[in-house]
């Protein structure tokens, strides 16, 4: 079983802890290949003489070819794409499990790589006091195992992107759209469910967008609000 990535980033954490769990949980060997040529959104994982990609790429456009593979998992998948050996993938719960001994497990061209800092920074930060993304914050054996839904509150809480900050005019309107999706889900959300709390995070953009569904920064503990990466929070619960 081998796992190959082109770096380490938030989006990959569900999948590499996953992949150390398993492996130590059936005492096999935690294999994890540093590759340029995969596709910076993705994982490739070769188990079985099978190969599985895992696309997470927030966008309809297909990070790499599904017909390289045996099964292609893609985020942001359209109902008319799914066919073959094509199939949804649930956005992902950053979690870690026993994220200083996946550093451990790291050879030192990849703790030297660049591209790797950021993550291996959060893995390191022990005691939760240097960066917003503490992978011991998010370990996933501190968990709660109950679950309590505060009477069916509805939480959303997300954030826009500029338009402006990216070259592509593809991406220009995808970004128009999805802001003005989340824009208008905030709002109907805190117009339907009164016991409902909804906002997008605070910068400047937002700000100027849509100052009437900002989320309150005195709700919300400091390092969350701190994180600009993208959904912070998503979790509905259903009301009666």
Request: glycine share 2%; hydrophobic share 35%.
């Amino acid at each position: 079983m081998k796992l190959t990535i082109t770096c380490l980033t938030a989006h990959h954490n569900m999948l590499i802890f996953a992949y150390l769990y398993y492996c130590e949980q059936n005492k096999i060997r935690f294999d994890l290949n540093f590759d340029p040529q995969c596709p910076y959104n993705g994982g490739i994982l070769e188990v079985n003489n099978k190969t599985i990609f895992f696309d997470y790429s927030d966008s309809p456009v297909f990070a790499d070819d599904p017909q390289k593979y045996s099964y292609y998992f893609k985020r942001s998948l359209r109902a008319f794409d799914e066919k073959d050996n094509v199939y949804p993938l649930n956005f992902q719960v950053n979690y870690s499990y026993k994220s200083l001994k996946f550093v451990s497990k790291l050879g030192y061209k990849d703790l030297t790589n660049k591209y790797n800092r950021t993550e291996i920074i959060r893995a390191l930060d022990y005691f939760n006091s240097i960066t917003n993304s503490s992978h011991n914050a998010m370990d996933i054996r501190k968990f709660p195992s109950n679950v309590i839904d505060h009477g069916g509150r509805i939480l959303f809480y997300t954030r826009l992107w500029s338009p402006d900050n990216h070259p592509d005019e593809a991406e220009k309107e995808r970004r128009r759209q999805q802001n003005e999706f989340r824009m208008e889900a905030c709002r109907i959300i805190k117009k339907n469910f009164k016991n409902s709390d909804v906002g997008l995070f605070p910068d400047k953009f937002a700000s100027t967008m849509a100052p009437d569904i900002l989320v309150d920064e005195k709700r919300l503990p400091e390092k969350s609000i701190s994180d600009c990466c993208g959904i912070v929070i998503l979790a509905l619960l259903m009301m009666d």
